[in-house]
T-cell receptor, first 111, second 113 residues
Framework: KQEVTQIPAALSVPEGENLVLNCSFT??????LQWFRQDPGKGLTSLLL?????REQTSGRLNASLDKSSGRSTLYIAASQPGDSATYLC??????????FGAGTILRVKS | ETGVTQTPRHLVMGMTNKKSLKCEQH?????MYWYKQSAKKPLELMFV???????ENNSVPSRFSPECPNSSHLFLHLHTLQPEDSALYLC????????????FGEGSWLTVV
């Protein structure tokens, strides 16, 4: 059974810092890995999707990498802003579009 | 207009009530999902529908009864719930069965009293 772990559970940084969120998964037989953002009391917003054949994806200040062999993905956020404060979730996708989520990293960017 | 719309956003119900959550997607997708997000637990998949057919039931108790009348609408019928069922229920949709981005709604906050 797939297990997804996210480290750290919470992170507080000053505005402008570059930061890395980590995600690990136990079963490398994944279709892809998806990163989401969740604001308090809200649903999930898809940030990046990395197919299993890809190594990384970029969108603006966000860059996500995937290393299937080691069961790891990272989300890199450049020049963090207070508006980046949210919970970041990673999820591995199994056959049938089934997502297995980690518990999330709560990010706070201080102005 | 958001791609995946859920109603109601908040619901309080007693343990003997019957209520329903509704989800509608405007993205032309053919797969829809229900996920549950409880306090201090990771999001967990409940049901998957592809082309209106249920393809996954993740050992969900029968007091939760999904219904998918067409590819754009998904319901979750609730009956005789327990306080521990209080959670955020998220609907999602995607195109196809594997490898595509999944889009989530804003969720329905359910409180069982």
């Amino acid at each position: 059974k797939q297990e997804v772990t996210q480290i750290p559970a919470a992170l507080s940084v000053p505005e402008g810092e570059n930061l890395v969120l980590n995600c690990s998964f136990t079963d490398s037989a994944i279709y892809n890995l998806q990163w989401f953002r969740q604001d308090p009391g809200k649903g999930l917003t898809s940030l990046l999707l990395i197919q299993s054949s890809q190594r990384e994806q970029t969108s603006g200040r966000l860059n996500a990498s995937l290393d299937k062999s080691s069961g790891r993905s990272t989300l890199y956020i450049a020049a963090s802003q207070p508006g980046d404060s949210a919970t970041y979730l990673c999820a591995s996708m199994e056959y049938g579009n089934k997502l297995v989520f980690g518990a999330g990293t709560i990010l706070r960017v201080k102005s | 207009e958001t791609g995946v719309t859920q109603t109601p956003r908040h619901l309080v119900m007693g343990m003997t009530n019957k209520k329903s959550l509704k989800c509608e997607q405007h993205l032309g997708h053919n797969a829809m999902y229900w996920y549950k997000q409880s306090a201090k637990k990771p999001l967990e998949l409940m049901f998957v529908y592809n082309f209106k057919e249920q393809t996954e039931n993740n050992s969900v108790p029968s007091r939760f009864s999904p219904e998918c009348p067409n590819s754009s609408h998904l319901f979750l019928h609730l009956h005789t719930l327990q306080p521990e069922d209080s959670a955020l229920y998220l609907c999602a949709s995607s195109q196809g069965r594997s490898g595509n981005t999944i889009y989530f709604g804003e969720g329905s906050w359910l409180t069982v009293v």
